[in-house]
């Protein structure tokens, strides 16, 4: 279930940047990395139109791209995958930003008083209904005190949607990061092991290179020792 509302968010993370057609990127590209020709296909769209929505998406860093030259043509290929870390902090902050104009509203909401037209279903604010004499622009109809119940209710609902929706991505980021710090663990651990065995092998070669030092030098006092005894 998590993996669904991660896709719907990077979903809307696409429709967000290069509009309701990018959707399906998410759909195309899944964890993989796909040619852009694989892609056009699918999206039923040119090559240059596939860039095109790339080119978008790779100025918020949440695709990652990698070229690789046709020999026989001569020109390149791109091939593109999610970067998925990057996009849900994308997303993270365009969700705080939700947060931010949806605590804005409720506020206004609670201290100011607006007016509708139950006609045209038209609301303004006290100001602007004052300047028309509490008579809708539209149709004239007498304008009436709105009551803020349930567009509050609203408000507060959409408020809980984006904290829900923060906690989840942040959840995400979490497991990313232990997957990245494990693997970051193994590495070293790796590393450790290859320079203590470098060591060993170094320590080996000295020894070697000490014992027959020593070889050679007890061979030179051999030599040198018959030398004298000849004299
Ligand atoms: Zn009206």
């Not at 993989?32 to 790779?58: G, P, W």
């Amino acid at each position: 279930m998590q993996e669904t509302l991660i896709k719907n968010l990077l979903r809307e993370l696409a429709r967000n940047i290069s509009g309701k057609n990018s959707e399906t990127i998410v759909d195309i590209l899944k964890e993989k990395t796909v040619n852009e020709f694989k892609i056009a296909d699918k999206m039923k769209l040119t090559v240059n139109q596939v860039r095109n929505i790339f080119y978008k998406l790779q100025s918020y860093d949440v695709v990652i791209a990698s070229r690789k030259k046709d020999k026989r043509k001569g020109w390149y290929i791109y091939s593109w995958s999610i970067n998925v870390p990057k996009s849900l902090e994308v997303l993270r902050n365009i969700k705080q930003k939700q947060i931010f104009d949806i605590e804005h509203n409720i506020k206004s909401r609670e201290s100011k008083r607006f007016y509708l037209c139950t006609g045209c279903n038209i609301e303004m604010t006290e100001e602007s209904a004052l300047s028309h004499n509490f008579f809708c622009p539209e149709c004239g109809r007498l304008l009436q005190l709105s009551p803020p119940e349930g567009y509050l209710r609203e408000q507060r609902q959409k408020l809980e949607h984006a904290k829900k929706e923060i906690a989840i991505i942040d959840a995400e980021l979490g497991k990313m990061n232990v997957k990245k710090m494990a693997k970051r663990a193994r590495k070293d651990k790796k590393e450790k092991k290859a320079k203590k065995e470098k060591r060993r092998r170094e320590r080996k070669k000295k020894a070697k290179l000490f014992n027959k030092s020593i070889k050679k030098s007890s061979k030179k006092g051999k030599a040198k020792k018959s030398k004298k005894k000849k004299r």
